[in-house]
């Protein structure tokens, strides 16, 4: 399998997914202004939205929205217990966190990557964002991770908050459990690997 990815984007959730379960892979580095992969190829006829993640598979397929891919490569290692099985409510319950934190706080940080966009939305942003990590605080109450045990959706929500320190939101501020929580996903041994091949950590 290859990952088509961009160091600390969106991508580096499928990666460190990739990392965890111990699976095979290789990676290529995407310029998304340029889309261009470091390989000289156009990423367009890749992913034709443009976008990372995209996963190609050994038989050619290839995925491209982050949490479809990280729920495949979970199933491909059920052993590491990244995701519940397939088909049972537990599942349906990672879907749901995986849906909130694609659409609730993956989507919100994007006006404040956004040059263009006014410094009115940014602020109204920050602050719908703020909500939104005071409702993770709470999913976070009596549990080291969202799940209860260590699954895809932790990759997702760390690469979503490590955003935070990128554009003004106050991630930890009087939220000790999900300070806690960073820490504790930040010195798992998947997402450290993860990291360092992204050139994020040496």
């Not at 969106?10 to 460190?16: A, E, G, T």
């Amino acid at each position: 399998m290859k990952l088509y990815y961009s160091p600390g984007a969106c991508s580096l959730s499928p990666h460190i997914a990739l990392a965890e379960a111990g699976l095979a892979y290789t990676t290529e580095k995407v310029d998304l202004k340029t889309k261009k992969t470091e390989t000289g190829a156009d990423f367009f006829a890749i992913n034709p939205a443009g976008y990372v993640p995209a996963l190609v598979l050994d038989n050619g397929e290839t995925l491209t929205e982050g949490p479809a891919i990280v729920q495949y490569i979970a199933d491909l290692a059920p052993a590491k217990k990244l995701a519940p099985p397939a088909g049972g409510f537990e599942r349906v319950r990672l879907q749901e966190v995986l849906n909130f934190i694609s659409t609730e706080l993956h989507k919100s940080f994007s006006p404040l990557f956004n040059p263009t966009a006014p410094e009115e939305w940014k602020t109204f942003t920050r602050g719908l964002i703020g909500r939104r990590l005071d409702v993770v605080e709470q999913k976070l109450a009596g549990r080291d991770y969202l799940m209860g045990d260590f699954s895809v959706a932790d990759g997702y929500l760390f690469t979503v908050l490590g955003w935070g320190r990128l554009v003004g939101v106050e991630v930890k501020e009087n939220r000790p459990l999900v300070a806690a929580y960073l820490g504790r996903v930040m010195a798992r041994p998947g997402v450290q690997q993860a990291m360092k091949e992204e050139g994020l950590i040496k």
